[in-house]
């Protein structure tokens, strides 16, 4: 049976590797929306 510290480091193992596979494209899709919403400038671009 498995015991609870098992079942949290498979749960992290699982979630590593889902944001890393998705981590980058959750970036650009935030940048997609912002532009989509009327917000295309960079915190650097803005005055």
Do not use: C, H
């Amino acid at each position: 049976m498995a015991t609870e510290r098992d079942r949290k480091s498979e749960y992290k193992e699982a979630y590593d590797q889902a944001n890393a596979g998705f981590g980058s494209w959750q970036m650009q899709i935030k940048n997609d929306l912002r532009v989509f919403l009327g917000d295309p400038w960079t915190n650097n671009d803005r005055i």
